[in-house]
């Protein structure tokens, strides 16, 4: 299956962090009953999300070093999140993930802001999203992973799964977009932009990952909240009979790869009339996940005469 090659391939990037002692080589038996590895998981989604922080003097003064700091946010987890993910895992049926989502990521932000550095939705859904993936992978690797405990956790939201949903979505029209959460709100009009009968994406609206915001935070940066994105993967997925975080492996490695060749293309491209029409005919290909090796291929056709010149 695609999905266990993507995690095979996904466990061999994790070369930092706690759970790096896990993947490759085999460690002791884990207690699912424990908190320890999700508070180690929280961590390592901590690292994914971490240099988009900006720390107070407070935490610089009390915490040094990084060793000092990864006992201070561990120690933090401890307190409640780590537990409750454990509980949610061990009966995922009992309460909407979107709602427990919500409160996950609120409940983290609570524990910076406690030390006087302030984080966004986007930072905390990408700690609390990895950690999900990660617990997806030591599943795969240590337990019977059972799909259904992760069938409606989220796509972990970054600068390469943010390109590719612009990219798919692009071109979509979300004239006839009543609602995308259970609260069936709709969103601002000037957040998409007219073209003819078809209301489309608008770039400007699509902020990054690290300063996103939730609808109820007001959208004051007239962007995409968080459950925006979340609402149309997840139809996306619906109708493909995926997962959202199964989405993930399988798009996050080959838009990466594709965005490495486009770059290096680039630099190639002596001629800016020649660069444009490289970018219309990568806006006409499609980016539907079954098209995503072709796509790859077609960067890397692009690439070999220029190695060879």
Known sequence: MEIE???????????????????????????????????????????????????????????????????????????????KIRKYLNNSKACSFDVFHGELCENLKECFREKETNITYGQAQKIINMAFKYLYCLYYKYGELKEEQFA????????????????????????????????????????????????????????????????????EKQEYPYEFYAYVIKKYCDERSITPLQLDFIVWSKIQKIMAAESFIKTFKDDDEEAKKGKKSEKSEAYDINNLKNTLENRLIKIRPLICK
């Not at 990037?13 to 424990?34: A, Q």
């Open 5 to 83: 090659k993507e995690v095979t391939e996904f466990v061999k990037t994790i070369n930092r962090g706690p759970l790096k002692e896990y993947f490759p080589k085999k460690k002791e038996d884990i207690d699912w009953d424990k908190d320890k590895i999700y508070v180690e998981a929280l961590y390592q989604g901590y690292l994914d999300a971490c240099r988009t922080f900006e720390w107070s003097e407070k935490v610089k003064k009390d915490y040094p070093n990084e060793k000092e700091k990864r006992g201070y946010i561990e120690g933090e987890f401890k307190l409640g999140i780590a537990c």
């Open 152 to 219: 409606d956790c989220h796509m972990p939201l970054d600068s390469f799964s943010l390109e590719w949903f612009k990219r798919k979505f692009g071109e979509d029209d979300f004239t006839n977009f009543e609602r995308y959460s259970e609260n069936h709100k709709k969103l601002p009009e000037n957040l998409f932009t007219q073209k003819g009968e078809k209301k489309k994406l608008k770039a400007e609206s699509m902020g990054s990952w690290s300063s996103m915001q939730t609808w109820e935070e007001g959208c």
